[in-house]
C-alpha cells in the first residue's frame, strides 16, 4: 500500500507501507491494503505507519483528510512533522508551533498598521473634501 502526506509546500511522505494508523474525527482508523476504500477527516494527532521494511514511523498531523482508495492512502494537511521518536517529533512539533506563532504574530502586526494607515489616510481625504 502507498502511503503519500501532502502538506501545501510539498510531499513529506511518499513510500510503501504495510499498515496506517490515524485520528479520524470519530475515533482511531488503522488501515490495512485490503481495507475497504474510504474518506475521513483527520484531527490534530499522532498518525502511525509501518513501513514495507519493518519498524514503526511517526507523523504527527494538524487537521486534514484521509482518502484511502484501491492500494493509497492520501493525507492532506496544512502542516505536519515526522519522526521516528516521539519525544523528539513532540519536541519538532512545539519549535514549529514557536515559529507559526511568530509568524502569525508578525502578520498580526502588519495588518493592524496596514489598518491604521487606511483609516489615517481615510480621515485625510476627507478633511481634504471640506
Do not use: N, W, Y
Not at 14 to 32: F, H, M, P, Q, Y
Amino acid at each position: 500500500m502507498r502511503l503519500k502526506i501532502m502538506l501545501p509546500t510539498g510531499v513529506l511522505v511518499d513510500e510503501d507501507v504495510r499498515k496506517v494508523t490515524a485520528e479520524a474525527g470519530d475515533g482511531e482508523i488503522t488501515l490495512l491494503e485490503r481495507h475497504a476504500d474510504l474518506a475521513t477527516t483527520v484531527v490534530p494527532g499522532v498518525l502511525t505507519f509501518e513501513p514495507a521494511g519493518g519498524g514503526e514511523e511517526f507523523v504527527a498531523v494538524a487537521e486534514g483528510t484521509l482518502v484511502k482508495c484501491g492500494g493509497e492512502v492520501l493525507v492532506s494537511t496544512r502542516r505536519a512533522a515526522r519522526g521516528r521518536e516521539l519525544g523528539r517529533l513532540r519536541d519538532q512539533v512545539e519549535r514549529q508551533s514557536q515559529a507559526l506563532d511568530a509568524h502569525e504574530e508578525a502578520a498580526r502586526t502588519a495588518l493592524a498598521k496596514m489598518e491604521a494607515a487606511f483609516v489615517h489616510r481615510f480621515i485625510e481625504i476627507e478633511h481634504g473634501a471640506r
